[in-house]
């Protein structure tokens, strides 16, 4: 028997890859959620060699689209979509308790099997650390704005310290680089190269022309990944994660000074990375009471010679 020819539309790119608008259609979503949901799955637009649906479409792949039917993150994104319409609703109404009752039952999600699901190994997580760095420490050093949350750039400052604190101790660090940028460090790390790029602490003007809530999503997925890293290389040299840090010095700006080190089985503290600053104090009376007897002694022996020559001019004058 003869093969009965495919229907158009039934088989080939059509079928394997669907518009945007259909991605979003099939899975229920808003355009903002179905870009968070991506981003945090990993899953980016494809470029199909015949585009049925128009040259002008995004094309995702069907197997993709597929894949994150089944993703628990769909639903909470879902119920946080009903959760913000209730709350329009409630503030409409002015009711204040309906809001703040709202507020304490706010749904949230949890990235751990993504990032899991993402790196199957340890080695493959500090591959894909470069991104992840640079971008916690860029956060690090923006100010906090309506779109920019101040809770996560303290976030993203405490994860980049708690790294280089693990550098610092274990001799990591390999190449430094200056640049317009910013500095560039290269550390070693389980024989995988990690290169990140630190910027200069200066007041930052934020361009209107950024995307922040995009910038934000990737945010979000890369400080669980920093977390389970931070976790790891900490707990390979035996010292407990998260370290404690000091209120006082972190109120004073301190940095790495604020970060104490503890190892597991709790028999030891450590002192902070730099040398507490009561101590050169200390240092500077001790060398300050050793330079004024110093002194009192030379001016005791200049009047000693003044003394003597005064006497041997007098006796020169006798004769």
């Known amino acids: 028997m003869a093969r009965q020819p495919k229907k158009a539309g039934k088989a080939g790119d059509a079928v394997n890859y669907m518009t945007r608008n259909q991605a979003i259609?099939?899975?229920?979503?808003?355009?903002?959620?179905?870009?968070?949901?991506?981003?945090?799955?990993?899953?980016?637009?494809?470029?199909?060699?015949?585009?049925?649906?128009?040259?002008?479409?995004?094309?995702?792949?069907?197997k993709d689209i597929l894949f994150l039917l089944h993703e628990p993150v769909l639903e909470k994104l879902r119920e946080l979509k009903i959760f913000r319409k209730k709350v329009q609703k409630a503030k409409a109404r002015k009711d204040k308790f309906r809001v703040k009752l709202l507020h304490n039952g706010k749904p949230f999600y949890m990235l751990d099997h993504l990032v899991k699901e993402?790196?199957?190994?340890?080695?493959?997580?500090?591959?894909?650390?470069?991104?992840?760095l640079s971008m916690?420490?860029?956060?690090?050093?923006?100010?906090?704005?309506?779109?920019?949350?101040?809770?996560?750039?303290?976030?993203?400052?405490?994860?980049?310290?708690?790294f280089i604190s693990f550098v610092i101790r274990t001799?990591?660090?390999?190449?430094?680089?200056?640049?317009?940028?910013?500095?560039?460090?290269?550390?070693?790390?389980?024989?995988?190269?990690?290169?990140?790029?630190?910027?200069?602490?200066?007041?930052?003007?934020?361009?209107?022309?950024?995307?922040?809530?995009?910038?934000?999503?990737?945010?979000?997925?890369?400080?669980?990944?920093?977390?389970?890293?931070?976790?790891?290389l900490f707990s390979s040299i035996g010292l407990k994660y998260p370290p404690r840090i000091d209120q006082k010095l972190d109120g004073?700006?301190?940095?790495?000074?604020?970060?104490?080190?503890?190892?597991?089985?709790?028999?030891?503290q450590e002192q902070p990375a730099a040398v507490v600053e009561e101590e050169p104090e200390v240092k500077k009376g001790k060398n300050k009471g050793k330079g004024s007897q110093r002194i009192k002694s030379l001016k005791g022996k200049l009047k000693e010679l003044e003394e003597e020559e005064g006497g041997e001019e007098e006796e020169g004058l006798e004769e």
Not at 28 to 57: E, H
């Open 25 to 62: 259609k099939r899975l229920q979503l808003s355009l903002a959620d179905f870009r968070r949901l991506c981003i945090l799955k990993g899953v980016y637009p494809r470029d199909p060699s015949k585009k049925v649906k128009g040259k002008d479409k995004t094309y995702y792949a069907t």
């Open 118 to 132: 993402r790196f199957p190994t340890f080695v493959d997580a500090l591959r894909d650390m470069d991104d992840a």
């Open 136 to 162: 916690a420490t860029l956060f690090a050093n923006l100010p906090s704005t309506e779109q920019i949350n101040p809770k996560r750039v303290l976030n993203c400052r405490r994860l980049c310290l708690e």
């Open 171 to 232: 001799r990591a660090l390999r190449k430094v680089f200056l640049s317009i940028k910013g500095c560039y460090f290269q550390a070693v790390i389980d024989n995988q190269p990690i290169t990140w790029l630190a910027p200069y602490e200066f007041g930052q003007e934020l361009p209107e022309d950024v995307d922040y809530r995009v910038m934000m999503t990737f945010l979000e997925f890369y400080e669980t990944q920093l977390h389970f890293i931070n976790y790891r």
């Open 252 to 268: 004073l700006h301190a940095g790495l000074r604020a970060i104490v080190m503890e190892k597991k089985d709790g028999e030891k």
